[in-house]
T-cell receptor
């Protein structure tokens, strides 16, 4: 199955700073999904990207899919304490799902 | 509409014991999945099912078996538990290849 590398593993920011996590694949992806998991919780779907170069926004969150469909990023503008959690990318190959290792975001008030 | 539920929430096993984790969904989803989550390793797919009566292996299937006798239920079995199977187990379901909805998880400790 396809593997996806996610960086950084951890990110600690001051409230109000921006945050970005990246996912990279050595192969072309058909689509990529992003999930958020709060501490002690379960993953919750954020968005799915399908098209080359696609950019989607959800309030302060901006999701991008690379032109070659081999990488993706999630950017949070002006982080808030409610953004705390681990952000995962996930890719599907046939019906086999592969998740990145996640980026754990902590926010200092 | 409960979404995806998992039982039990927490379990302690001794090495060699067996157990079954139950996942149930009330969204009429065709696809169901079992993952394990370990620190620093994200979620790894154990087994999945694309419909009632069908199952397939994921990334880390060894030591686990599954059954999908009813569309709404997906069972994960450990025949002989090992300490390496200590983990948090998540079940998920989806309408075909769309959004996955996750259950609250089962924490399993194997001594």
């Amino acid at each position: 199955g396809q593997q996806v590398m996610q960086i950084p593993q951890y990110q600690h920011v001051q409230e109000g700073e921006d945050f970005t996590t990246y996912c990279n694949s050595s192969t072309t992806l058909s689509n990529i999904q992003w999930y958020k998991q709060r501490p002690g919780g379960h993953p919750v779907f954020l968005i799915q990207l399908v098209k080359s170069g696609e950019v989607k926004k959800q309030k302060r969150l901006t999701f991008q899919f690379g032109e070659a469909k081999k990488n993706s990023s999630l950017h949070i503008t002006a982080t808030q304490t409610t953004d705390v959690g681990t952000y995962f990318c996930a890719v599907r190959h046939n019906n086999d799902m592969r998740f990145g290792a996640g980026t754990r975001l902590t926010v200092k008030p | 509409n409960a979404g995806v539920t998992q039982t039990p929430k927490f379990r302690v096993l001794k090495t060699g014991q067996s157990m079954t984790l139950l996942c149930a969904q009330d969204m009429n989803h065709e696809y169901m999945y079992w993952y394990r989550q370990d620190p620093g390793m994200g979620l790894r797919l154990i087994h999945y099912s694309v419909g009632e009566g069908t199952t397939a292996k994921g990334e880390v299937p060894d030591g686990y078996n599954v059954s999908r006798l009813k569309k709404q239920n997906f069972l994960l079995g450990l025949e002989s538990a090992a300490p390496s199977q200590t983990s948090v187990y998540f079940c998920a379901s989806s309408y075909l290849e769309e959004t996955q909805y996750f259950g609250p998880g089962t924490r399993l400790l194997v001594l």
